[in-house]
């Protein structure tokens, strides 16, 4: 079983529906993170946080660290919003990045 | 743009062979993460250097090397190259230093990647 467990595997919605994104950890963690990766490839840190909730534009991240579980949040979805979103868990005590498999995103106008 | 840089975007070798990826950090990053993406795998960490010392080591072959030099760049080494080992290689920087103090943690961030394509 994996550290990270990312859910669903792949979404397909509408534009302007409500994303909700789930990640489960096994592991304790000083921090989770968001990343997203676009086609071409690159990767975007989206959110890195430890307790509680962050809000970036039509971007929301919460984390409830006693159930081990973060939500990764998008409102008002846009087909730019295509991505793959990554979760992924920095252990306690190192600083590497543990990754979920990903979640392929697809909106559709 | 994160500020972290990769040469080269495109990499194509043939199997048993040698190639070296190269990163330059963020300015005033002192750390520098190397990760592999791959198609089976995912991404997995391979490796993190801090101010020119290696911190941690993930899952790097023994066929793959890595140095940070005193200007704070770092090289990926892969030698012997085989057809599993093409994948997308990322570099990363964070601020730094790694530490037993959670909250000193600093995010990272990601280069653009080297395609590596072993035929």
């Known amino acids: 079983k994996n550290e990270v467990e990312q859910s669903p595997q792949n979404l397909t919605a509408q534009e302007g529906e409500f994303i909700t994104i789930n990640c489960s950890y096994s592991v304790g963690i000083s921090a989770l993170h968001w990343l997203q990766q676009h086609p071409g490839g690159g990767i975007v840190s989206l959110f890195m946080l430890s307790s509680g909730k962050k809000k970036h534009g039509r971007l929301i991240a919460t984390i409830n660290i006693q159930e081990k579980h973060s939500s990764l949040h998008i409102t008002a979805s846009h087909p730019r919003d295509s991505a793959v979103y990554i979760c992924a868990a920095t252990p306690q005590g190192a600083q590497k990045l543990v990754f979920g498999q990903g979640t392929r995103l697809t909106i559709n106008p | 743009d994160s500020g972290v840089t990769q040469t080269p975007k495109h990499l194509i070798t043939a199997t048993g062979q040698r190639v070296t990826l190269r990163c330059s950090p963020r300015?005033?990053?002192?750390?520098v993460y190397w990760y592999q993406q791959s198609l089976d795998q995912g991404l997995q960490f391979l490796i993190q250097y801090y101010n020119g010392e290696e911190r941690a080591k993930g899952n790097i072959l023994e066929r793959f090397s890595a140095q940070q030099f005193p200007d704070l760049h770092s090289e990926l080494n892969l030698s012997s190259l085989e057809l599993g080992d093409s994948a997308l290689y990322f570099c990363?920087?964070?601020?730094?230093?790694?530490?037993?103090?959670?909250?000193?943690?600093?995010?990272?961030?990601f280069g653009p990647g080297t395609r590596l394509t072993v035929l």
């Open positions: 300015s005033g990053d002192l750390s």
């Open positions: 990363a920087s964070s601020v730094g230093p790694p530490s037993r103090d959670l909250s000193s943690y600093n995010e990272q961030f």
